[in-house]
């Protein structure tokens, strides 16, 4: 069977990761979380003392900074210096550190040149905010996921209190649409829909519609798999 790959984008608790782990389930295929690959960067930043809003400070550690990433079926473990942090770098604070760093064209080069060199060895699916616009522009199945802030939040409070939190709904609210306005407003790489993505508003559907139909979409552009 020869490799494919689909790229999935849209704005932060639009369920892209849920669907695309689902979706590499269903067809075989390895799921690559490039959220969690910048987790790892604001983690070692913030192990490290340095603000992920310092810029100047984040640089340097990209030399530094030994990231691995080992692709299962159904997901992917991050190791940092030889650590697995795969759960570790589940936080808000953690998840706010990344949309910082995913503002630094360095730390997007080095990420993406990652990223892309998993696509060359596996049929893959990837979901984050520029697959298709840039790190996979060449992708045979481009989807744009998109949902509601209200209902995004309501997807992100599950995700927080199944992992014990106790996440206030304004407060989660409040940092998705941050990372809206930081994500579509940088100056590299800004989350925008490739125009050959198909557009998904996912505020109605369960996550099981959302898979099915991407499903049928990668049928129609690439057949049988």
């Known amino acids: 069977m020869k490799k494919f790959a689909i790229a999935v984008d849209g704005p932060a608790g639009s369920g892209k990761s849920t669907v695309a782990k689902a979706v590499a389930k269903k067809l075989g295929i390895i799921y690559v979380d490039t959220g969690a690959m910048y987790r790892a960067v604001a983690y070692f930043c913030i192990q490290k003392g340095v603000s992920t809003l310092d810029e100047k400070g984040v640089l340097p550690l990209l030399t530094e900074i030994r990231l691995e990433i080992q692709p299962q079926r159904g ?35 080095k990420l993406g040149d990652m990223q892309r060199e998993m696509a060359k060895n596996y049929s ?3 979901d984050g905010r520029d697959i298709g616009t840039y790190v996979l522009p060449e ?11 209200d209902e995004r939040a309501r997807r992100r409070m599950g995700e927080l209190k199944a992992k014990g939190e106790k996440p206030v709904f304004e407060m989660v609210r409040e940092e998705i649409i941050k ?47």
């Open 75 to 109: 997901g992917q473990r991050i190791f940092l210096d030889g650590e697995d942090i795969t759960d570790s770098i589940r936080t808000q604070e953690i998840g706010q550190g990344a949309s910082h760093v995913g503002t630094i064209q360095s730390v997007r080069q």
């Open 124 to 126: 893959v699916i990837m």
């Open 139 to 149: 992708a045979e199945v481009k989807i744009y996921m998109d949902a509601g802030a």
């Open 179 to 225: 990372r809206d306005e930081n994500d579509m407003n940088r100056k590299c790489r800004p989350l925008r829909k490739a125009e050959d993505a198909v557009y998904l508003d996912t505020t109605a559907m369960s996550i099981d519609e959302v898979v099915e139909e991407i499903l049928e979409i990668t049928k129609i552009r690439i057949g049988e798999v």
